[in-house]
Structure formats: C-alpha cells, structure tokens
C-alpha cells in the first residue's frame, strides 16, 4: 500500500459515515500480531445501505488514494461485507450478524474507539499520526 493504514482508516471512516452507518468503531490490531493494523467496522440497516456503504469505501479510497481491495467478500449475501486492504480491513455487517460474530469480543485485547455519527476520521484519536507507537512490537 503506498498510504499508511492509519491513512486508509480514516478515509474509510469518512465514507462509512456518508451513507449514515451505525456503531463505527476504529480497532487497532497493531498489537494482536498478524491480521491487520487496523479495522474499521460498522453496521447497516438494509442489504441497500450495506452495499452502499461498501460501494463508498471502494470508491473513496480508490479515488481519492488510488488503493483498490486486495479482496473482498460477502456481496452475495450482503450481512457481512469485508473489504481487505491487506493493512486496514473494512467489516460491513448487518445487526444480526455483527452481534452474532463480535468481533470486539473476539479481539477485546486490541484498543478500540466509537467514532460518533457526527465525527469523522480525522476525529478518531487512535489513527492520530504518532498514537501509541508502543503497541507494534520492534522485533520484526
């Protein structure tokens, strides 16, 4: 990726709140070795909105940062959209699903923000530039 993921994080959290999505919240996985540096996730009311949410993702981070997904799932069935971006991974779920995977159970270790529906990414204190460079473990 030629941004940092921080950089990915906040333009898709600018694009999740365009379409109106519910309970963004910003993790960072840079801790939890091995999956991603960070994921935005949020919710959508319809299997409309929850395109449309993934559509904007796609779409801002390809226009204004010329990154594409590396793969992307779950568009058959439109309850649980995953965009990967190899560093920043975009989960996209509907109500029932997100209760049912709970990711911030799964990963409860990884610091994680609320990004208010008003907010945008710029806002989200945990993608500031320099925030808790101690997380990422110096042996590579």
Known sequence: SRHPARVLAIHAVDAVLSKKAHDVTVMDMRSVSGVA????????????????????VE????????????????????QWVL?????????????????????ERLWGDAPSEQVS????????????EGHAKEHRPNAG
Not at 83 to 88: G, K, P, W
Not at 117 to 128: F, P, W
Request: charge should be negative; proline fraction near 1%.
């Open 83 to 103: 965009l990967d971006y190899v560093d920043l991974v975009v989960h996209i779920f509907s109500q029932e699903k997100r209760a049912f995977y709970g990711l």
């Open 59 to 78: 779409e801002n981070l390809r226009t204004e940062l010329g990154e594409r997904p590396w793969h992307r799932e779950g568009y058959e069935h439109l």
């Open 117 to 128: 529906e008003d907010g945008s990414g710029a806002s989200v204190k945990i993608l500031q």
């Open 37 to 56: 540096d960070y994921f935005v996730m949020c919710t959508g009311d319809s299997d409309l909105q929850i395109r449309a949410i993934a559509d904007a």
